[in-house]
């Protein structure tokens, strides 16, 4: 286990998904880390109740006592109760994690507050291209298409409300802070290290890689059990 916690790519992605057996509500916890051949691997795997903050910072409390080094590199969650698990864990371990928002998250929260369809074409595109920005012109161009777009309240949650150094890919390059610096006031008026700060992102830009293992323990009906006979599937397919 140790080599497959310090080898691959330093990037770590984290999702929960629900559980579809009718007699348990609970959810599944999924931390992977990528491999250099792009593939991941399943570092830890837990069941609990409720996604809350208090179940989530049980889980990462584990993960950092099982050898999980997470100040190594990135990791990407959903900015919802993931973000003030992790706060938490700092706090208490003084081991900072460094987060980068999941950009299909941020592809789903747009649409659900902008009255979009999440498969929107027009949404998905104008998002990664501002998550793919590799530059302060290009971001700000980008930015401006989608406040000409789906208007200035839109743009202003995108750009001013998710700092750039959290989610795209200029931000995090090593010059990132200097070409921050070039953008205008509209843009990234949150505090840049509130989550994290500028790293490598190695071609990853969400937590796809979790979805994936969670399709696949569907497939593999995990999640229609409920929870010992769920984890004794899920720990057989890891073995294998």
Known sequence: ??????????????????????????????????????KF??????????EDVMYLSWFFFVCVKSGVDFSSGVMFVDRGHA??????????????????????????????RFSYKETDVNVRVAIFRLQSSSSAAEYHVNGSVIEDEFGTEAMNYLCKNIHPT????????????????????????????KDGWPAPLFGCRSTNGVEGVNN??????????LPF???NIVFKKLVE
């Not at 959290?166 to 290290?193: C, M, Q, R, T």
Request: hydrophobic share 40%.
């Open 166 to 193: 959290n989610w795209v890919v200029f931000a995090n390059h090593k010059n990132g802070n200097e070409e921050i610096k070039k953008l205008p006031d509209w843009v990234g008026s949150e505090d840049p290290y």
């Open 216 to 225: 696949a323990l569907i497939h593999n009906d995990s999640r229609s059990c």
């Open 41 to 50: 691997i399943t570092l830890c795997y837990a069941i609990a109740p409720t």
């Open 229 to 231: 006979e769920s984890l």
């Open 83 to 112: 973000r003030a698990a992790i706060s938490l864990l700092a706090k208490f371990l003084n081991n900072r994690v460094n987060l980068k928002y999941c950009a299909i998250h941020i592809i789903r929260n747009f649409a659900t």
């Open 1 to 38: 286990m140790s080599n497959v916690r310090e080898g691959g790519l330093p990037v770590f992605c984290f999702d929960a998904s629900h559980s579809k057996h009718p007699e348990f509500s609970g959810k599944h916890f999924v931390l992977l880390k990528k491999l250099a051949t792009n």
